[in-house]
C-alpha cells in the first residue's frame, strides 16, 4: 500500500513555508522552491538510497511497471492534512528522485493574479480556442483555473479537463465539472480528447497540448462548436501560432492554418518574475486577441505580423510582453537588469 509517511515532514514544511516546490535530490539536502527562488534546508544531504525508498513507498505495482518502463512518471495525490501534490520522478545516475509541486484549494482572483480583465472575457467565449503560453512553472495551470472557475460560477454547462495531474479541484458551482487525470482516469491527452468529445461538454480544457494528434483534436473540438482552453509551452504568440503549424506535416499544414485562423479566441503569454524586493512573484503577460486583423495575418502564414498588431491593439486589450516588463519596472515591481534579460524585442527602448 503506497504511502506518504517517509516524505510528510517535507510536504508539511512546504505548506508552512508557502514553498511551490519540493527537491528530493540525491546528495543534497532536501531543497524547496520560496518566492520563485531554491532554499536549501538544514538537513543532511539525501543518499540515493533514501530517495529510492521514498520512491518506492509511494508508488503502487501498476505506477511501478510505469517507472520501470518509460524511467518517468507523474501523479498527485491528495492527503486532507497537507492538500494536493504532483509527484514526479525522474532517474539520475540510475537512481529516482522526486521533483514534487504543491497544489492548492483555493482558486487565486483575477486581481491576486495579476491578469488584465481581458482575460475574463476570453474565458467567456462560448465557442473557439484559448490558449496559455510559458515555460513550466509560469503559473499557465493556475490561470486556466481561474478561467474555469469563472465559467463554473457564470455558466449552466457541463466542463470536462484533461489534466496531468490534477492540480485544483473544482467543486460543481453552476457547471457540470468532470476532471480526468492522465494515467490515472485516461491513458493520454490525444485519446482522452477524442473520448470527451463524445461526453456532450460545452468547454474543454486541455492541461497541455503536447503532439500533433492532441493540437488536431483540439482544432476540430473548437471549431465544432466547444470552447477549449489549452496550455502550450511557447513564450509569446507568433511562437505560439509558429509550433501549432509546423507540428503538423507540410502537406497538412494549410489546413491546420485555416482552422487555427477560424478556431483561436486569444493567446495570454505569461512570465512569472521575482520582485525587486523579493517577496514573491509578479506577473508580466501578453494578449493577443483575435480580431479580423490577427485572424486574416493567420491565414495568410504572416506570424510576424502579430507583434505589431498587438501593439496597435490595445482598444481590444491586447499588449505585448515588452510593454508588460516596461509596466512593471515602471512601478518599480521587477528590477532593470530583470526586464531587460526578458525583453523579447531585443532592440526595444525599454529605457
Excluded: W
Amino acid at each position: 500500500m503506497p504511502s506518504i509517511d517517509r516524505i510528510a515532514p517535507y510536504l508539511k514544511f512546504a505548506q508552512d513555508h508557502n514553498a511551490s516546490d519540493v527537491h528530493l535530490i540525491a546528495g543534497i539536502p532536501p531543497a524547496f522552491r520560496i518566492d520563485g527562488e531554491i532554499i536549501l534546508s538544514n538537513a543532511p544531504p539525501l543518499t540515493p538510497e533514501e530517495t529510492t525508498r521514498f520512491v518506492q513507498e509511494l508508488i503502487n505495482d501498476h505506477q511501478r511497471d510505469d517507472l520501470e518502463r518509460n524511467l518517468e512518471l507523474c501523479f498527485s495525490i491528495l492527503r486532507s492534512e497537507f492538500g494536493r501534490f504532483r509527484m514526479t520522478i525522474y532517474y539520475q545516475a540510475g537512481h529516482p528522485e522526486l521533483a514534487i509541486r504543491r497544489g492548492t484549494v483555493d482558486i487565486p482572483t483575477r486581481e491576486d493574479l495579476g491578469l488584465p480583465e481581458v482575460v475574463e472575457h476570453l474565458a467567456r467565449r462560448r465557442s473557439g480556442l484559448v490558449l496559455v503560453t510559458g515555460p513550466t512553472g509560469m503559473g499557465k495551470t493556475t490561470t486556466l483555473s481561474f478561467m474555469l472557475d469563472l465559467i463554473n460560477s457564470e455558466r449552466r454547462c457541463k466542463i470536462v479537463t484533461i489534466e496531468d495531474p490534477i492540480e485544483y479541484v473544482h467543486r460543481p458551482k453552476k457547471a457540470l465539472i468532470v476532471q480526468q487525470e492522465v494515467n490515472a482516469d485516461v491513458r493520454s491527452f490525444s485519446r482522452a480528447l477524442i473520448h470527451v468529445l463524445r461526453q456532450d461538454p460545452d468547454v474543454i480544457c486541455v492541461g497541455e497540448m503536447r503532439d500533433l494528434e492532441t493540437i488536431r483534436t483540439a482544432l476540430t473540438a473548437a471549431e465544432t462548436g466547444h470552447l477549449v482552453l489549452a496550455t502550450l509551452h511557447t513564450p509569446n504568440a507568433l511562437q505560439t501560432m509558429e509550433r501549432i503549424v509546423t507540428v503538423f506535416p507540410a502537406e497538412e499544414q494549410n489546413q491546420i492554418i485555416a482552422q487555427l485562423a477560424n478556431t483561436i479566441q486569444g493567446v495570454v503569454a505569461q512570465l512569472l518574475l521575482p520582485r525587486a524586493n523579493k517577496r514573491g512573484r509578479v506577473l508580466a503577460v501578453e494578449i493577443l486577441v483575435a480580431t479580423a486583423a490577427v485572424r486574416s495575418h493567420i491565414r495568410q502564414s504572416e506570424f510576424h505580423k502579430l507583434g505589431t498588431v498587438i501593439q496597435t491593439g490595445k482598444k481590444f486589450g491586447m499588449n505585448t510582453m515588452d510593454d508588460s516588463l516596461k509596466h512593471l519596472y515602471e512601478r518599480a515591481e521587477i528590477t532593470h537588469d530583470m526586464m531587460i534579460s526578458h525583453q523579447q524585442e531585443r532592440h526595444a527602448n525599454l529605457d
